[in-house]
């Protein structure tokens, strides 16, 4: 039986997190934390800073997804709105470039 809250994967249990973009369970490594920091939402490399993280796939389409539905003041508890501008930058840098 499977605990709840985890995933079988590779033959190991790992911890299941949500995407605040697409809203999809999948298993914590897949995802980038965030956090923000003096209302600025900064990507989590490694998974080390400090405050209330929030999950997200590093794709652009995630991104917007959960700026449209302004799910990060909700995600962070914060009021107001955030900066993802940092964010927008650390994932154009991640995703390759299309030729043609």
Known sequence: MRRQGKLEYGYQAAPLRTCVGCRVRTVKSELLRL???EGVIVPDTRGRLPGRGASLHPSPRC???AERRRAF???FRAEGS???SL???HLEGL??????
């Not at 995703?95 to 043609?100: A, L, N, Q, V, W």
Request: net charge negative; charged share 25%.
């Open 35 to 37: 956090v923000v920091v």
């Open 63 to 65: 991104l917007e997804l």
């Open 73 to 75: 003041p909700r995600a």
């Open 82 to 84: 955030l900066d993802t």
């Open 87 to 89: 964010l927008q930058a």
């Open 95 to 100: 995703t390759p470039e299309r030729s043609g």
